[in-house]
Nanobody, 117 residues
Framework: VQLQASGGGLVQAGGSLRLSCAASGSVFSIKAMGWYRQAPGKQRELVAVMTAGGSTNYADSVKGRFTISRDNAKNTMYLQMNSLKPEDTAVYYC????????????WGQGTQVTVSS
């Protein structure tokens, strides 16, 4: 499984961005996809996840502001981020959990999101 993330950028507080993560390869083996983020000096944290069945889960800090979705026809996952805050500034990574032989995690490259106050 290969993951290609895009859509980061610089936005003012209160603004919006949409991140995309295109999956390729053994996409049929993906059981869940999600977004993590890592701010400078902090650990990587889960932002949102969606299972193959469509269940979603969000970090408390983004509930009501961020929405994870997918387009199965395009093998692409999205993260719509609204009402952005400076504390949302981080490198965002897409992640996929797949079963290829055994269960394996895959990471896309990070995309920088910077929210100015």
């Amino acid at each position: 499984v290969q993951l290609q993330a895009s859509g980061g950028g610089l936005v003012q507080a209160g603004g919006s961005l949409r991140l995309s993560c295109a999956a390729s390869g053994s996409v049929f083996s993906i059981k869940a996809m999600g977004w993590y983020r890592q701010a400078p000096g902090k650990q990587r944290e889960l932002v949102a996840v969606m299972t193959a069945g469509g269940s979603t889960n969000y970090a408390d800090s983004v509930k009501g502001r961020f929405t994870i979705s997918r387009d199965n026809a395009k093998n692409t996952m999205y993260l719509q981020m609204n009402s952005l805050k400076p504390e949302d500034t981080a490198v965002y990574y897409c992640y996929a959990r797949a079963v290829v032989g055994g269960e394996t995690g895959y990471w896309g490259q990070g995309t920088q999101v910077t929210v100015s106050s």
